[in-house]
């Protein structure tokens, strides 16, 4: 791609035209040159920049202070560093704390940072609503209203490390893992976030290991397939159940890309991965008497046989709209017995930050959304499931 056309990609306004200013929270390095490169000014100026918005935290430009002062003075009448807004932040008795977030045009994102042990895993949301409309998924049943920019969803990593005040405060890393499971399907808003991913593993910015970046999908196939080129995040891989039939009840998008196109997807991506060693997390929402009876189990022991991956089982959290009920304990534990028995890795989710009712999208629904539907994302705060990861 021409430097104009990733300069146009990323929102930068050509000269002299009037426009939205360029918000470089969610630049990527390449961008960042481009947009200098443009302004007429040397590429390493991208480094300088990206340091002091990832690194130090600084959002103004007259405190970046090895630019020279006219590019100090120049930069404002272009370019801003605009995090997004945060509108309420609640910490959990366990460690956990969640944010609520106001992007551009109203709408409402949760955040919800983990602590566990020496790792702390951020939730972070890609859309606000979802078009995919899982049975079971109290943010698909609010419907699609918008991608989230690079820089809103990049900006969630910013402002959970601005909380603790933890930016080169020596404090240690407050985000060690990130997973891409907060409201909304990663992969319909492709560029974007690779973009943020991009920054998540980019050392100018926040330097995290690929195997500590997860996505998690429906299964959007033609996309996965794409990122299998651009990426080596981990993949997690939203199942939830053993055969077409059901799945197609459970997922839509089943009916477009069926189990046996997803799994050969998950495998390819994996194949293009230079470490062989890793695997896909494949999740599965345990819903009472629906998928979570002991043949279900059976027939995803086979299902799964050729695929290189490790299962962590979710019992379903319960919301207002919702037909569905969470399994008992002991369905769960045969449910897992005979995955275990049949030689997968198997951890289930439990659940963090209850008393915050701390789930990505849970304010969300008690403020857009006076019925909580959102309560499902009560499963959003669970540990096992993010050291697994
Ligand atoms: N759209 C992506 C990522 C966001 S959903 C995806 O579907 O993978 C993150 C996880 O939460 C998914 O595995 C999803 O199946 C699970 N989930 C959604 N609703 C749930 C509920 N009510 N109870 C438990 N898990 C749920
Ligand atoms: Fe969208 Fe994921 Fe919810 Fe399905 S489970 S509706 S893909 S957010």
């Given amino acids: 791609m021409s430097e104009a056309a990733t300069v146009q990609q990323a929102g930068i306004r050509q000269a002299g035209t009037p426009a939205v200013k360029a918000n470089l929270l969610g630049l990527t390095r390449p961008q960042m ?21 990832h690194h130090a935290g600084v959002t103004r430009f007259e405190d ?21 807004e945060v509108v309420s932040q609640q910490d959990s008795g366990d460690g956990t704390r969640k944010w609520a977030v106001r992007v551009e045009g109203g709408g409402l994102v949760e955040t919800v940072l983990i ?88 050392d100018l910015a926040y330097g995290l290991s690929k195997r500590r970046v997860t996505l998690s999908t429906s299964g959007v196939v033609p996309a996965l397939d794409r990122l299998a080129g651009v990426s080596e995040v981990s993949l997690a891989v939203s199942l939830h159940a053993p055969n077409d039939a059901l799945r197609d009840q459970l997922v839509p998008i089943n009916r477009k890309y069926p189990i046996a196109e997803l799994l050969r997807s998950c495998r390819d ?11 896909v997390t494949v999740e599965y929402t345990l819903i009472a008497g629906v998928n979570d009876q002991p043949e279900h189990a059976r027939e995803l022991a086979v299902l799964l046989r050729d695929l290189p991956c490790k299962i962590n089982l979710i019992p379903f959290n319960t919301f207002p709209q919702s037909e569905y009920e969470r399994p008992s304990g002991r369905a769960v534990s045969r449910f897992w017995q005979v995955l275990v028995d049949a030689g997968y890795i198997v ?24 019925t909580r539907r959102s309560e499902r994302y009560r499963a959003g705060g669970d540990t096992q499931a993010i050291e697994v990861m």
């Fill in 64 to 84: 970046m202070t090895n630019l020279s002062r006219a590019l100090r003075e120049r930069l404002p009448e272009v370019a801003e560093i605009r995090p997004p």
């Fill in 347 to 370: 951890t289930v989710r439990t659940t963090r930050g209850d008393d915050i009712d701390a789930a990505c999208g849970q304010l969300v629904g008690q403020v857009v959304d006076r």
């Fill in 115 to 202: 602590p566990a042990g020496d790792r702390a895993t951020l939730c972070v949301s890609s859309q606000v609503g979802c078009s995919l409309d899982c049975s079971f998924c109290s943010t698909g049943k609010q419907g699609f209203q918008r991608d989230l920019t690079a820089a809103e969803i990049i900006g969630q990593v910013w402002l959970a490390i601005d909380s603790y005040d933890a930016f080169q405060s020596g404090k240690g890393r407050i985000v060690t893992n990130v997973v891409m499971m907060g409201m909304g399907e990663p992969l319909l808003n492709f560029d974007n976030v690779v973009s943020a991913m991009d920054l998540m593993l980019d």
């Fill in 33 to 53: 040159e481009a947009f200098f490169l443009q302004l007429g000014e040397k590429k390493f100026r991208a480094q300088q920049v990206m340091k002091w918005i």
């Fill in 269 to 279: 991506y994996m194949a293009a991965q230079s470490d062989r060693n890793r695997v």
